[in-house]
């Protein structure tokens, strides 16, 4: 949530007040002290370290609440995977089919990754995929689910990913918005984070 962000502190206070379940992913349990910033590549690493210089004692207070796995309303909630919440990225045939066998929920969520995708199992078989923007699926089955990343897609669409579960109506809606990306490079290159981490939003990579 926080590991690249340029505004650390409103984010925090963002998604407390407006989220019902936030999950800890690998960089807010690296800002925290829960992880050795010796897990994590050079240019994660500096904007993990320059996270922790400029966190607030109250986003620092909600970060220390938040942990990788979670689940509501029927749904499994994994930063990473189910047998890995924080490192894991499902992202082949085999890690999908694990968290699907283990969560004790149908639907599956879970993030890390940055790539919005589908994986069910249909006829005994795994099927599913990257999605696009609108694309609906329905919630039935053993279904897993990645919304993708509001700040840092990595499937060649710079555009912000989420998606929207209405369980009422058993579907899953992909959905992708436009966002300040200039302004948000203009507040990274201010904090003088890494270049490589600001030049990538554009691409979406």
Do not use: K
Request: a negative charge; hydrophobic letters at 40%.
């Amino acid at each position: 949530m926080v590991g690249y962000g340029p505004r650390p502190n409103e984010c925090c206070a963002l998604v407390g007040a407006r989220a019902g379940i936030c999950l800890g992913g690998n960089h807010d349990l690296a800002v925290r002290g829960t992880i050795d910033l010796d897990e994590f590549s050079g240019d994660a690493a500096v904007a993990a370290r320059w996270t922790r210089t400029v966190l607030t004692d109250e986003s620092r207070r909600f970060l220390d609440t938040l942990e990788p796995a979670g689940e509501r309303e029927d749904v499994s909630l994994y930063h990473g995977s189910a047998r890995d919440p924080v490192w894991e990225y499902v992202l082949s045939d085999e890690a999908a089919a694990a968290t699907l066998a283990i969560a004790p929920h149908p639907v599956v969520l879970v993030g890390h990754s940055h790539v919005a995708l589908e994986v069910r199992w249909l006829d005994d078989t795994l099927a599913g995929g990257l999605l696009p923007a609108g694309a609906e699926v329905p919630l039935t089955g053993r279904v897993l689910l990645n919304p993708g990343s509001v700040g840092q897609p990595r499937d060649g669409d710079p555009r912000a990913s989420w998606l929207l579960l209405d369980i009422g109506a058993g579907t899953a809606t992909f959905r992708r918005v436009e966002y300040e990306v200039g302004r948000t490079q203009q507040q990274m290159r201010e904090a003088d984070l890494p270049e490589a981490l600001a030049a990538r939003l554009t691409l979406g990579e």
